[in-house]
């Protein structure tokens, strides 16, 4: 285990030192002036040099590199936005709730409906419960994001006025002079984000579940069970269901990672104050240092979701060991 762990983190170093310095490398062959932005459209051109010169933009790339590492390591410093000189640190963290907030609601709703509907569909085959499941994973799978929220929106937002269509709450600390705040507000205006964010992992997780149930049906020591008299639900729970949904573990936590870089669509629909949003809004004014505050932060919560995802597999299956 302990000789694992090391060598996952040694992957962990080497892919955030690739991920940034791929940020790096493409902000700089992308035509842009970030020492204009931050000293404003109506600077100087000496104003321009000073705060080029203050940021280190003159500089090499790999000394720019370099400072940056030597800062998030040493200071554990994200640095400055180049629009607004806010701390980048406190943009993350500003954000990163409310994108946690989406990801982790809607994956406990695509769970929630893709478990037992992929095991309907493969306990019962070309049934009418099987056909309606195959149609829903066809509109899932080809239905992008932005129609889909859109649709919401104007249905169950606009036309009926169950939920709100924009804005959100924060759920433990809201801040003063804002209009809601609280777990039941949370939750009510995350309604429509989390639908809409589900959908697609919810198609592809029942089908994944009904292929990996069907498969583990035929397995030999599903018939031998069975053929000694062992009960239809212990066969299913304890020989069926344990070994078809271990690869949904895995598959689980790396969505789960990788939907927290960013639920850029969803969270543009909704107005959500997340990452993927944050991201847009950085690219657009080519702020650098927030955009790879986001990816250090991305990289690192997918790092983390797949480390604890092969700890818990191992959990679930003995047969497999961590070395």
Request: proline residues 5%; charged residues 15%.
């Amino acid at each position: 285990m302990a000789r694992y762990l090391v060598r996952r983190l040694l992957w962990a170093v080497f892919l955030f030192m690739a991920v940034t310095v791929v940020t790096y490398v493409i902000f700089f062959v992308t035509p842009s002036d970030p020492a204009r932005l931050a000293a404003g459209q109506g600077a100087s051109p000496a104003e321009v040099q000073r705060v080029a010169e203050r940021l280190h933009l003159n500089d090499p790339l790999w000394k720019q590199y370099g400072l940056f590492l030597k800062q998030l390591v040493w200071q554990q410093s994200l640095g400055e936005s180049f629009v607004n000189r806010q701390d980048v640190n406190d943009i993350v963290l500003r954000a990163a709730p409310v994108t946690a907030s989406l990801v982790f609601g809607g994956a406990v709703f695509w769970l929630l409906i893709s478990l037992p509907i992929g095991i309907i569909s493969a306990v019962r085959p070309r049934s009418l419960i099987d056909r309606a499941a195959m149609v829903f994973v066809l509109v899932g799978v080809s239905a992008h994001p932005v129609w889909i929220g859109l649709i919401f929106a104007y249905f169950i937002g606009y036309k009926w006025g169950l939920t709100p269509i924009t804005g959100y709450c924060d759920f433990i600390n809201p801040a003063v002079g804002a209009e809601c705040g609280g777990p039941v507000q949370w939750a009510y205006h995350m309604i429509l984000p989390w639908l809409t964010f589900m959908i697609l992992f919810a198609a592809l997780y029942v089908r994944l579940i009904r292929a990996n149930v069907m498969e583990t049906m035929n397995e030999d020591y599903v018939r031998t069970a069975r053929a000694k008299g062992a009960p239809e639900g212990r066969v299913m729970r304890s020989h069926i269901l344990r070994n078809s949904l271990l690869p949904v573990i895995t598959i689980l936590g790396m969505d789960i990672g990788l939907a927290l870089g960013g639920a850029i669509f969803t969270e543009s629909i909704y107005s959500l104050p997340g990452l993927g949003r944050q991201i847009l809004v950085s690219y657009e004014n080519f702020d650098l240092p927030v955009i790879l505050g986001i990816t250090v932060f991305s990289t690192i919560a997918i790092i983390i979701f797949n480390l604890v995802v092969d700890v818990v597999y191992a959990w679930f299956d003995p047969r497999i060991r961590l070395t």
